[in-house]
């Protein structure tokens, strides 16, 4: 992609009409001892970690929803399991009763 176009369709700057400024721009970094492509290096990294930053975010409400779902998962074997203990409780309750009435 061109230079003038990512600057006018990204910033909504018309280089042909602010290529003054825009040099100023640069004569002023590497006048006050800036490196021009240091900062751009490290203005990219920012918005690769601001990027970053937002999919790890989205990972993570991710990972909240499943853990909430295994809990209620757990939650519901639960209930089933003390449920069957207790069936299986009272069946050999049942069986003594029908044992002990037998003799």
């Known amino acids: 992609m061109k ?6 369709d ?7 009409k602010d ?3 825009i040099t100023k721009l640069f004569i002023d ?5 800036y490196n021009v492509t240091n900062i751009v290096t490290e203005y990219n ?3 690769k ?4 930053i937002a999919q790890n975010e989205k990972q993570i409400e991710a990972y909240q929803k499943k853990l909430t779902d295994l809990s209620n998962e757990i939650h519901a074997c639960q209930s ?9 409780y009272l069946s050999k ?3 003594n009763e029908i044992w002990n009435r037998r003799t």
Do not use: H, Q, S, T
């Not at 990204?10 to 042909?16: A, Q, S, T």
């Not at 970094?29 to 001892?33: A, L, Q, T, V, Y």
């Not at 089933?80 to 299986?88: E, H, M, V």
């Open 29 to 33: 970094f590497k006048e006050n001892g």
């Open 93 to 95: 309750i049942r069986v």
């Open 10 to 16: 990204d910033c909504g700057i018309d280089i042909k």
């Open 49 to 52: 970690l601001r990027w970053d």
């Open 80 to 88: 089933i399991l003390n449920i069957n203990r207790k069936l299986g």
């Open 19 to 21: 290529l003054g400024p």
């Open 3 to 8: 230079l003038d176009k990512i600057l006018m």
């Open 45 to 47: 990294k920012a918005v």
